[in-house]
């Protein structure tokens, strides 16, 4: 089956008994029971038909075994790290979602874990940061803010080679465009609020493994923490998937038309983005992923204030996330990576001035003409 039809039939696509095409939302707390331990359900933080049909779906869409459905993507991330132990060391890459950084430095290093953060593309960078205790290597791939590329394929080889799961986080790409474990991952991640929801109507986190091992242990951790996804945000979330190729086509086309526009502007002094041939890692780009995607970050230049030009924007949206229909804008180190220290963030190349864009579905002659308008008033 083709990846466009599997977002249609792939999982469970329509109800077991009844025969809706529309898998029903099941809202029951608890299940009958006609003998003990003979039912498929018992209760639904364990386990939920309409939960299942989208965990079902992503796991296929996605070239796993086991895929887990959590109420943020957040709490799909803190459960992944609860895979480890005191005393453990991960690798991490360091072009991360603020929020992640948040967990690890705040949260995790509490709790006895160790991290070295370190860029995932040097590879050499990474066999030298493993250690005895080392047992993963987490990165995002391509990365926020940056959209740095990291080679999933050879990062799998150096963790299988020691012994270490390999953890991507593919919320930018999304599976329309690239498929870690196809490339040898273990584990994938996503915070389904963006491409996958594509609505911004709901919070939802998604954990996709390799083997079914690995989704036995994911999936016992599920149930003890209990951060599930809800049975209505579950059914919003597969609705949402079933178009991901109409509205990726539509994101990436407008993505790159804007990215030509920047690139080319008098105002802008760098932009960050996948598909520029000039970016060092396009060649990995085009390699190990089916598009550039629909995410761009840029710098103004000196003098300008990205706060200004932000505000000024009328169609384009000023606001935290990213992967919707509506094209949202934010400057991260305000928003998103403000958990971040700046000696830190600085370090990792996230600069004061940085903008984030997310390319959305709209016209784009409307969103050309809202850029160049919100441009037009630095001037003055």
Do not use: C
């Amino acid at each position: 089956m083709k990846f466009n039809t599997q977002l249609i039939h792939g999982g469970i696509s329509f109800d077991q008994t009844t025969g809706d095409v529309s898998v029903p939302i099941h809202m029951a707390s608890t299940f009958k029971q006609n003998k003990i331990g003979e039912s498929k359900y018992e209760y639904s933080r364990s386990g939920n038909p309409t939960r299942e049909a989208v965990e079902k779906l992503i796991a296929d869409l996605e070239s796993g075994v086991a895929g887990f459905a959590f109420a943020s993507g957040s709490a799909a991330i803190s459960t992944i790290f609860t895979l480890f132990s005191s005393g453990d060391h991960i690798i991490v890459g360091n072009d991360v979602y603020g929020g992640t950084f948040r967990l690890i430095d705040s949260v995790l290093k509490r709790q006895g874990l160790t991290f070295t953060i370190i860029d995932t593309r040097d590879l050499n960078a990474v066999e030298n940061a493993i250690q005895n205790n080392t047992k993963a290597i987490y990165f995002e791939t391509p990365t926020n803010p940056l959209l740095r590329i990291t080679d999933v394929q050879a990062i799998s080889k150096i963790a299988q080679k020691h012994q270490l799961l390999s953890i991507v986080d593919n919320t930018f790409a999304s599976p329309y465009i690239q498929k870690p474990i196809v490339l040898g991952a273990d584990i994938v991640v996503h915070s389904a609020s963006k491409y996958l929801g594509g609505h911004s109507d709901l919070i939802a986190g998604l954990v996709i493994t390799k083997t079914v091992a690995l989704g036995e242990k994911i999936g016992y951790l599920q149930n003890a923490i209990g951060a599930i996804l809800a049975p209505q945000e579950s059914w919003l979330l597969q609705r949402g998937i079933k178009t991901l190729a109409l509205r990726m086509q539509r994101h990436q086309s407008n993505a790159q038309t804007i990215f030509e526009y920047l690139d080319a502007h008098s105002q802008v002094a760098r932009v960050y983005f996948p598909g520029d041939p000039n970016n060092s890692d396009y060649a990995l780009a085009k390699k190990q992923m089916n598009g550039f995607g629909a995410m761009i970050s840029f710098e103004l230049q000196a003098g300008l204030n990205p706060e200004v030009f932000v505000e000024n924007l009328e169609i384009i949206t000023l606001a935290e996330s990213l992967g919707a229909l509506e094209s949202l804008i934010e400057v991260p180190a305000k928003m998103t990576h403000g958990a971040i220290p700046r000696n830190i963030r600085l370090a990792n190349g996230i600069q004061d001035e940085l903008i984030r864009l997310s390319v959305g579905v709209e016209d784009i002659n409307d969103l050309i003409t809202d850029l160049e308008q919100s441009f037009d008033q630095l001037k003055g």
